[in-house]
């Protein structure tokens, strides 16, 4: 079935460090999400990346999808950055609904 | 601050009851989708309207019914709950028609538990 596959599950950084989150997805998608959810449980865009690469601030996020697969970049970690990563996508020729990963949980400690 | 809001933020109810969560969508956004968070099923989505009409359907309980008004707000009735029910439920909002990938954007969500 439709699969969206998030790695790492976990990650512990010491601020400053840099990280690389994935997302695999087992099919052609038309759109590609990424979200921070906050220790609040707000969902905040990081970034609309169907394809390509972009770069917002220490966030950047590139997705191949002629490969299936997406990556967002963390650099100079902050311990705001901590919280869970989601990666969500909308399959093509399917309903415009998200599909969302399982999430990668980053804690940044001081 | 997405532009999308939701009410009320947190909400504690009991078994067998009803309750109606209110979302209003980005101003210009013409769809509303609404998505489950729940600790076992991770984020699902629920169901999507476009400017009034219901237009996809996710994993949603018979339970559980949506609609979208004329000035595009939108409300997820939920009846008959169960422990189970206990989630934090999102709305987001994305502009143009149902067909296409836009981007979509999250209210705050609002926290249900029942008890």
């Known amino acids: 079935g439709i699969q969206v596959e998030q790695s790492p599950p976990d990650l512990i950084l010491q601020e400053g460090a840099n990280s690389t989150l994935r997302c695999n997805f087992s099919?052609?998608?038309?759109?590609l999400q990424w979200f921070h959810q906050n220790p609040w449980g707000q969902l905040i865009n990081l970034f609309y990346i169907p394809s390509g690469t972009k770069q917002n601030g220490r966030l950047s996020a590139t997705t191949v999808a002629t490969e299936r697969y997406s990556l967002l970049y963390i650099s100079s970690s902050q311990t705001t950055d901590s919280g869970v990563y989601f990666c969500?996508?909308?399959?093509?020729?399917?309903?415009?609904?998200?599909?969302f990963g399982a999430g990668t949980r980053l804690a940044v400690h001081p | 601050d997405s532009g999308v809001t939701q009410t009320p933020k947190h909400l504690i109810t009991a078994t067998g009851q009803r309750v109606t969560l209110r979302c209003s969508p980005r101003?210009?956004?013409?769809?509303v989708y609404w998505y489950q968070q729940s600790l076992d099923q991770g984020l699902q989505f629920l169901i999507q309207y476009y400017n009034g009409e219901e237009r996809a359907k996710g994993n949603i309980l018979e339970r559980f019914s949506a609609q979208q008004f004329p000035d595009l707000h939108s409300e997820l009735n939920l009846s008959s709950l169960e422990l189970g029910d206990s989630a934090l439920y999102f709305c987001?909002?994305?502009?143009?028609?149902?067909?296409?990938?836009?981007?979509?954007?999250f209210g705050p969500g609002t926290r249900l538990t029942v008890t």
């Open positions: 969500a996508v909308r399959f093509s020729g399917g309903y415009n609904k998200l599909i």
């Open positions: 101003s210009g956004d013409l769809s």
């Open positions: 987001a909002s994305s502009v143009g028609t149902s067909g296409e990938p836009y981007e979509q954007y």
């Open positions: 099919d052609s998608v038309n759109n």
